[in-house]
Nanobody
Framework: QVQLVESGGGLVQAGGSLRLSCVPSGRTFSTYVMGWFRQAPGKEREFVASIDWSGGVIYYADSVKGRFTISRDNALDMVSLQMNSLKPEDTAVYYC???????????????????WGQGTQVTVSS
């Protein structure tokens, strides 16, 4: 497993932007599928976005499509989530996740990922 560390969360007003970053501690994750999930109080963890090792296959949840952008830089061993036009309903703890590729995995499902970060809080005020 790869240990993941997120950064970049914080408090922002509705309509604002934040950029989350995730880096590995120890092993590289350049061959992993990387994802972002979020969990609001009292709710289940939900998929936000995922990106394959090449950056060529990307998925977004409908709720963030057009506002969020996931990207990765394998040379820097970093995956990012640019969040624009933030809404109060985006408030949650955001988690970075990494999964070793295997055919048949559904990358919108948390159980497809082997490694998780500790989470970073994003709060959007109205």
């Amino acid at each position: 497993q790869v240990q993941l560390v997120e950064s970049g969360g914080g408090l922002v007003q509705a309509g604002g932007s934040l950029r989350l970053s995730c880096v590995p501690s120890g092993r590289t994750f350049s061959t992993y599928v990387m994802g972002w999930f979020r969990q609001a109080p009292g709710k289940e963890r939900e998929f936000v976005a995922s990106i394959d090792w090449s950056g060529g296959v990307i998925y977004y949840a409908d709720s963030v499509k057009g506002r969020f952008t996931i990207s990765r830089d394998n040379a820097l061993d970093m995956v990012s989530l640019q969040m624009n036009s933030l809404k109060p309903e985006d408030t949650a703890v955001y988690y970075c996740a990494g999964g070793r590729y295997s055919s048949g995995k559904h990358w919108t499902a948390p159980n497809s990922y082997d490694s998780w970060g500790q989470g970073t809080q994003v709060t959007v005020s109205s």
